[in-house]
């Protein structure tokens, strides 16, 4: 059963901007916070940004200025606004959602390569 769906990854020369969508299931209920990670070839996986419910944010110092976060709670679905991309943010993009009993989702992901 797929519970996040993501889309909005591609490629995308140095400078550009990419829109990341993630629709999660209205099977999740109670959901919390939800947020962005990212994983690059032969890296461990790493927090992009995250979002509360009332849209409280927190961002990775090395997307900070660059890339924005928001949500629509009534469409269970978040965004990741990147731009002035860069080649070191080529990696995989991963959907996460957290709900408010401990629940934890992760998406299928969704590659972004950033050429120079």
């Known amino acids: 059963q797929v519970q996040l769906v993501e889309s909005g990854g591609g490629l995308v020369q140095a400078g550009g901007s990419l829109r990341l969508s993630c629709v999660a299931s209205?099977?999740?209920?109670?959901?919390?916070?939800m947020g962005w990670y990212r994983q690059a070839p032969g890296k461990q996986r790493e927090l992009v940004a995250t979002?509360?419910?009332?849209?409280?944010?927190n961002f990775a110092d090395f997307v900070k200025g660059r890339f924005t976060i928001s949500r629509d709670n009534a469409k269970n679905t978040v965004y990741l606004q990147m731009n002035r991309l860069k080649p070191e943010d080529t990696a995989v993009y991963y959907c996460?959602?957290?709900?408010?009993?401990?629940?934890?989702?992760w998406g299928q992901g969704t590659q972004v390569t950033v050429s120079s």
């Open positions: 209205s099977r999740i209920s109670s959901i919390d916070a």
């Open positions: 996460n959602v957290k709900t408010v009993v401990g629940g934890y989702y």
């Open positions: 979002i509360t419910r009332e849209r409280s944010t």
